[in-house]
């Protein structure tokens, strides 16, 4: 999408070798129009397939999906990485480790938002490994139900998850794709 590739030209920074930072609209401040074209866009290219609910991973994929859910007039579940006692023992869970940040969490869905009838689309902020998508299919799966897609702002394309999702019979939308980082540069 070429509103994304433009403001990830202008704003985004290139940290290291496999890092881009974008705390300026996306991690940290949030461009609200911009988060909302992108839902428009994502909605879009989802719709029509049978989705009955969008599923995010907390937190910075909880502005795309609130405004794709909001297109489509679907409810929003954000998938927890915290351990939320409130949230009682009626829950999937699945652990999912990250390679990018050195962790790992018990990937959280309690049990009465998804049904074996529903069909779940995932939006999140970027796909670099795929943990945390796989993690996300894993539990849709686990509850019977079954996956539209994942739908990224962001895939690093040069890192395994797009691979590692259609593998599992995943279809994955990106709206920007990351080719690699040269001199400090983002290639599309
Ligand atoms: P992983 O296997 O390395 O864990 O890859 P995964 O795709 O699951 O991403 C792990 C976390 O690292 C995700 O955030 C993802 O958004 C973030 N991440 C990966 N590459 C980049 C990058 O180049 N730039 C930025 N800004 N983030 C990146 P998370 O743990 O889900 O955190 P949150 O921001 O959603 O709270």
């Known amino acids: 999408m070429k509103l994304l590739e433009e403001k990830i030209l202008q704003e985004g920074e290139v940290l290291g070798e496999d890092i881009l930072k974008v705390d300026g609209f996306i991690n940290h401040q949030i461009d609200v129009a911009l ?20 599923f995010t991973i907390e937190s910075s994929g909880i502005a795309p999906a609130l405004f794709t859910a909001r297109e489509l007039g679907l409810p ?24 990018t940040k050195d962790i790992s ?24 490994n795929g943990e945390a998508a796989t993690g996300a299919v894993r539990l849709i799966r686990k509850a019977h139900a079954t996956v539209a897609g994942l739908g990224v702002l962001i895939e690093k394309a040069f890192q395994p998850g797009r691979k590692k999702l259609e593998s599992q019979g995943i279809h994955v939308y990106a709206q920007a794709s990351i080719k690699g980082f040269q001199g400090g540069k983002v290639v599309f």
């Open 35 to 54: 988060m909302e074209e992108l839902g428009r866009d994502m909605a879009e290219h989802f719709r029509g397939q049978g989705v009955t609910k969008v």
């Open 76 to 99: 929003l579940v954000i998938l927890k990485k915290q351990n939320a006692k409130n949230l009682g023992t009626k829950v999937w869970q699945t652990e999912v480790v990250s390679y």
């Open 105 to 128: 969490y018990q990937l959280t869905l309690a049990k009465n938002y998804i049904s074996d009838s529903d069909h779940v689309l995932i939006v999140d902020d970027f796909l670099a």
